[in-house]
Each structure stands twice: as C-alpha cells, then as structure tokens.
C-alpha cells in the first residue's frame, strides 16, 4: 500500500507538473515574478475553461430537459448525458492507453525497482481511471442538477445517481483499452508504424462519425433525435439502458447489474492487464525492421524546402497530433460533404448545433472559422521539439526560417481546406460575390491568427522537457490557452451579432476582418522579433 | 580555428557555468577537454555550436563570431552532443538526407560520404529503417555520420564515445585523425582519460567553469598520467 500511495504521488506531480509553463512546472514557476504573471494568465484560463465546461453541460441539459419534459422522457437526460461521458472518455482513453497503461516511458525504472508489478498496475489503471473520472463528473454533475430542477425525483434517484456515478468510467475504459491495444498491435507490423497508426485511428473516427449520422438519420426534431440516439445506443451498450432504468426508474435490480457487470469486468480487465503486463509493453515498444537498406540515388532539395517537408513529416508521424489538431478540419470537411449530400436543412444534425444554418446564413464567414481555430498546429510545435532541439539550433538556419517552416505546415493543412469548404458552403447557401469573398477571407485572417497566434503563445511556454508526446499536444498550458483564445476570438464577434441587434451582421463581420489583418500583422512582427530573441535563449 | 576569449555564462538561479574561459584550437588539433561532472564542459561546448546563449565574451570560428554570424560558423562546424535525441520519425538515409539538404552538400558528395562512413561504422542495413528502432549506440553513429557528410573545419563533439562499441570506438579515432590531417580540428570532451591521453596533442582542463590547465598533452601531463594529473588537479585547484 505505501508503494501504491508513492507510485501515485509521484504519477500525480507528473501530471500537475506537465501543465507546465516555460517547461519549468506550475508550482516552480509561480514562485519568479514573470512566472506570477504567466501563472496567473494560466490560472485564469484553467479557470474560464471549466466555467466554460460547466457552462456548456448545463445549457445543453437545460435545452434537452425542456425538449424531453414536453413528451415526458425526462428519464432520458440523464442516460443521454452518461452516454455523451462514455463516448467522450472511450475516444480520449484510446489515445491514453498508451503512455498511460502501456508504453510509458519509465517502464524500465519502475520494473526494475522492488515493486511488486501489481502495484505498478494498480497505479497506472487508477491514473487512467481518476483522469477520466474528472471528464466524468464534469458531465454528469451539471446534468444531474438540471434533471433534479426539472423532474423533482424522490430520494431513489439520488441513490442511484451517486452509486452508480464512480462506476460509470469502468466500462469505457475497457473498451478503449482494448481499441488501443489493437491498434497499436496491428501497427506494430508496419515499419512505419505512426502512420498505420494515424490511418487505423482515422478510419475508426470516421467510420463512428459516420454510423452517428446513420443512427440519427437525420431526424430534424431534437427529442427524435435524443431518442433514437438512445435506442441505438441500449442496442449496442446494454448497459446504457441498465443505468436508465436504474437510475431515473427506480429499478434497483437495474442499478445492481450496472454496478455489478462494471465492478466485474473491471476487476477481469484488472486481472488481465496484470497477467499480460510485460508482455503487452514488450509489444508497444517493438519496431518492424528490415535492416536490408542498400545505397541509392539521393533526392537533393533546398533547405527551406527540407525544413518544411521534416515539419510535415513531424505532423503526420503522430496520430495524436494529426487528430488534436486536425479535428476542426475534418469536421468542416465531413459537413461540407454532408451539405452537399444533404442540403441546407439537415446541417443542424450534422453540425449537432441548433439553427446551425441560420447562424451560417447570418455570420457564415466567422461561424466557419471555429473549425479553422480548432486547428492550431503551431502551438505545441515549438514544445514537440523536445530534446531534439539543438539539431536545429546548431545548423545553419536562421530562426525566422525555423518559424516559418513551422507557420507553413498549419497554414498548408487549414487554406486548401477552407478554400473548398467555404465554396462548398458558399454555393449551397447561394452566397452572393461578395458574401462568398467574405467566405474565404475572414477564415483565412483567422487561419493567419491562429497559426501565429500559437507560434506566439508555444514560444512564450514552452515544454522541451516532456517524455510522452500527448503532454505538450493535448496538457500543455500552450495549447490550452491557444484554443482559448481561438474560440473566444470566434466567439465575441457571434455574441455581438446575435445579441446586439441593431448591429449590422455584415459591419461586424467587415469589422473582424480589419481587427485580425492587424492582429495577424503585428503578431507576425511579434514573432519575427521578439520572438527570435526569446527562441534564441532555449 | 576556434578561439574562445574570456567566454562567461551564468544560468537562472545564479549558478556560474562558465567563467572567464579562454583558450585557442588550431587546424589539425584535437583537443581534449576534460573535467569533473559539472565543471561547465556541456555549456561550453552548447556556447561553441550556438545552441546556448553566453553572458559575456566571445567565441570566434575560423575568425568569424559566433554571436555575430551564427550562420557562416554553423556552416563549417558540426555538433555530437552527449545524448544523441534524433528524430524519430525519419528513418536513417532520411535523417542523413535532411542533414545534406540543410548544408547544400552536393548530391554526389553527400553519397560518397554516407556510403563511407556508414559503412565504416556498419551502418548501411539500417539506414532504412526508423531511427525509434535504432539502439544508442546506433543513433550515436549516425550522429556521427550526419556531423560528417557536410566536412566540418571545426567538429565539435561532447563525450564521443559512450554507447560505441569498441570496434565503432577505434573507427571513430581514425576517422578523427583522418579528419585532422586534411586540416579541420577536432574539440571534445570525456572523461576517458587513457583516450585523451593516447588520442589528443591538445589538452584543457576545467573545474567549475575556470580552466586550470592549458597545453600540450605532453606539457599538461608532464612525467606523470594524465589521470594523476586530473586528481591533482581537480582535488587541490
């Protein structure tokens, strides 16, 4: 137990530490006068963010509450929002499993310490479940509230909801273990095992994407939706149905079977995990080699040019940062292909935004742009360096041809896509000539805003320290405050247009091109500046 | 064809890494440089290839300063450091490649570099695969080769010879002497004493960031071993 309660503090300080700024860690950095500054902008954004969260759960609770309590299935709230975690933990976990329960890095040390492996187990899983947990409560705390507002259960429902809480996170952990571990095995027979990686990874998004849209079949009715989305869901996670009846019915033999299949197969997975342990991270740490490279002829290209293509192949070889960053994109491609298929009138399902095509018909320009400022590769490019970085300080290159080889990279995956989406979306809503520029300029200001925005944000907290990947592409206080920022540049002006209105939706959208043409040109300066000052005391 | 004048470097927190440090490199050396753990050798050597900013003085490369022309003196040097972290993602003949693009070397030439030196170091059947795969020791040699392929005037390398077999150990050396003779200079750090005593006809000692000995290898060692010497040295500076 006391090599349990060790393994686990130190896990823990791992990750508070990953949250780093500077690369120096929260607690460090809080102690220098510029790190009190860094800090508080941190705290501050750590803080929005979950108001944001916590924001965002309760509004959609609140709007699907009303919409159920009108054909009483209130009972649906609660199944739909525990259905929204598992997915949500299922598709987070499978980038966590490795780094998390197999392949992290001090596997060697911790195997080579006198700890029974057991405990090492124990430890990783309870990590996995504890970062998931916190995904959880964000969910279904706020959900829970809003269904006590409106259905005034009995006391029943307050057993069921807090027993069966700590439970839910069991089986989709399961599950995305299982995906995890298959992916990375049926990579692991490529040699270039990122990339089959990355495709497999894909493929799956997709093709869950794809049987979502299938399951609601694009239903128009927000109740419909939820229902046959909760139909589909009984039929593939039994489970999902057992919380419901459980939970919102009062079914008590309901309530012991979801505890009891979670608590079970949990307890199998456990037992599993321990019997394989070694083996299974022998398997993540194999490479598929040939050794049968014979000389030949070498393409030769400028350096700039290689510069570019290595940025290029930095991105492609990792999955996780392909999908973190890339996510934006590829919603914006799935939804002008499901315009063209579809129509206007099903964006709304699509998009699973309500009057998402009033919104684009009103501020299609900045209402777009949110899929292109999900899409910051540049935030975290800097910090993936890691400690490769003095390969490129020692060469003779300069840092501004550093920066713009990293700049080209976010602009030549976010332009072509908004280049085609926008005129997909301009020529289905018959966008006038100058609604259409509109269309392609104010996405590309933002493309600009975003890919220097985060160069920006990544130079002043940096992480060259880190030993898994996912912690400056998905923890770091970099990408956060990039998405941050992002979103709530995207945001303001929509907030204007659709709450002031006497505000001209075409002088705001004018206005926000004027503002991120300047932004983008003094953040470029920024960068090119004191930026390569900053650069250059890594 | 390196020179360092009064070269000073103090980190955040206070500590002095480098202090005060002079000393000259001719064309043809090879100069060892030696030091306990901590001493200031990595920052000196960071400060040399411009990974590291310094505080004061300044440090020229084949006249030309690296403060001032990073670019014209990272041309003509290369860098090993101690822990070779490549990328990962490239195989090997792709890292190599990269390296050969960043420093223009003409096609032909780059070719007939990395068919020599991987095959002195036994490389070439790995070339092809990813440099994840790749054991210390062998990212180590293409470390080696990749610092090779542009003929540096100035190679600059930070313990050369952790993870090398003794076979790729004793290539190494020729390749260093051989690099010597057509009139680069070689400058780097160990802890090998016996290496630096048989390998170097330069020798520079340095204990919290002064240097304390300077010369010859002969002169520095005078009648004992270097390894005495460096006791002496370290112990009672």
């Excluded at chain 2, 470097?9 to 440090?21: P, R």
């Excluded at chain 2, 795969?133 to 003929?151: D, E, P, R, T, V």
Aim: aromatic share 12%; proline share 3%.
């Amino acid at each position: 137990m006391r090599e349990l309660k060790l393994l686990l503090r130190v896990e823990f300080k791992h990750i508070l530490s990953s949250l780093s700024l500077g690369g120096v860690g929260l607690s460090k950095a809080m102690k220098g006068s510029k790190g009190r500054g860094k800090s508080t902008v941190f705290t501050a954004v750590i803080g929005l963010s979950v108001v944001y969260l916590v924001f965002y759960a309760v509004l959609f609770s609140v709007v699907m509450a009303k919409a159920f309590r009108q054909v009483d299935a209130m009972y649906l709230l609660p199944a739909l929002m525990m259905t929204a975690s598992c997915l949500m933990m299922l598709f987070t976990t499978i980038y966590k499993v490795k780094g998390t329960i197999f392949g992290f890095n001090d596997y060697d040390l911790l195997m080579s310490l006198p700890v029974k492996t057991s405990t090492i187990v124990i430890s990783r899983i309870v990590i996995l479940y504890s970062l998931n947990f916190i995904f959880c409560a964000f969910l279904m705390l706020p959900a829970g509230a809003v269904y006590i507002y409106y259905a005034l259960p009995d006391i029943t429902f307050y057993i069921g909801f807090i027993l069966s809480f700590f439970f839910i996170p069991f089986v989709p952990i399961i599950i995305a273990a299982v995906i995890g571990l298959l992916i990375h095995y049926v990579a692991s027979f490529f040699k270039r095992k990122n990339i089959a990686n990355l495709i497999i990874t894909m493929s799956i998004f997709l093709g869950v994407m794809y049987l979502s849209f299938n399951a609601h079949n694009f239903i128009s009715n927000v109740v419909d939706i939820g229902k046959a989305f909760m139909q589909t869901v009984n039929q593939y996670y039994p489970l999902a149905k057992m919380y419901t009846d459980g939970v919102c019915k009062s079914d008590f033999l309901s309530l012991f079977l979801f505890i009891l299949i979670s608590v079970s197969a949990f307890a199998v997975f456990t037992y599993v995990v321990g019997k394989k342990f070694k083996s299974l991270n022998t398997l993540m740490a194999a490479n598929r080699t040939t050794s049968d490279y014979k000389m030949t002829t070498l393409k030769v290209t400028s350096p700039s040019m290689s510069l570019y293509k290595r940025e290029l192949k930095r991105y492609f070889s990792s999955a996780n940062y392909v999908l973190n960053t890339g996510i934006g994109l590829l919603l914006f491609t799935m939804a002008s292909v499901a315009l063209i298929f579809m129509g206007t009138g099903k964006l709304e399902t699509i998009l699973g935004i309500p009057g998402a095509a009033d919104i684009i018909a009103k501020a299609g320009p900045i209402a777009i742009s949110l899929f292109v400022v999900l899409s910051c590769s540049t935030a975290c490019a800097i910090s993936l360096e890691g400690k490769s970085l003095w390969i490129i300080k020692s060469m003779p290159l300069s840092t501004k041809s550093i920066f713009l080889s990293k700049l080209a990279v976010n602009l030549t995956l976010s332009i072509p896509a908004i280049l085609i989406n926008a005129s997909i979306f301009a020529f289905m809503f018959t966008f006038s000539f100058e609604q259409t520029m509109l269309m392609y300029l104010v996405p590309i200001a933002y493309a600009f805003f975003t890919a220097f925005g985060g160069l920006a944000i990544n130079l002043n907290f940096p992480n060259f320290t880190w030993s898994n990947e996912i912690t400056v592409i998905k923890q770091s206080a970099a990408v956060m405050l990039a998405v941050f920022i992002g979103m709530a540049s995207v945001a303001l002006p929509l907030v204007l247009m659709f709450t002031i209105h006497s505000l001209d939706a075409k002088i705001v959208t004018y206005a926000t091109l004027i503002i991120l043409a300047a932004a983008d040109g003094l953040l470029y300066r920024y960068i090119m500046t004191k930026g390569v000052k900053i650069f250059s005391t890594f | 064809m390196l020179k360092i004048n009064h070269l000073s470097k103090t980190y955040k927190g206070g500590k002095k890494a480098v202090d005060d440090l002079s000393m000259e490199v001719e064309a043809g050396d090879i100069f060892g440089f030696i030091g306990p753990n901590g001493a200031g050798k990595t920052t000196t050597i960071k400060s040399i290839v411009g990974v590291l900013d310094f505080d004061k003085g300044d440090i020229f490369i084949n006249g030309m300063s690296i403060a001032k022309d990073p670019l014209e003196c990272k041309k003509i040097t290369a860098y090993i450091p101690d822990n070779p972290d490549l990328y990962e993602y490239f195989t090997g003949i792709a890292y190599l490649n990269f390296i050969g693009d960043i420093f223009s070397v003409e096609q032909h030439e780059r070719e007939e570099s990395i068919k020599k030196y991987a095959g002195l170091l036994e490389l070439t059947e790995n070339l092809g695969d990813m440099i994840s795969s790749y054991s210390h020791g062998m990212k180590q040699k293409l470390a080696i080769i990749s610092a090779l392929i542009h003929k540096p005037q100035l190679l600059v390398l930070d313990e050369p010879f952790v993870g090398l077999d003794p076979k790729s150990s004793y290539t190494l050396k020729t390749i260093m002497h051989e690099l010597c003779e057509t009139g680069s200079a070689i400058f780097f750090s160990t802890h090998v004493l016996d290496v630096a005593e048989k390998l170097c006809n330069k020798i520079a000692i340095i204990r919290d960031g002064k240097l304390i000995a300077c010369g010859d290898t002969e002169a520095v060692k005078g009648d004992g071993s270097l390894e005495e010497v460096f006791l002496e040295l370290t112990e009672n500076a």
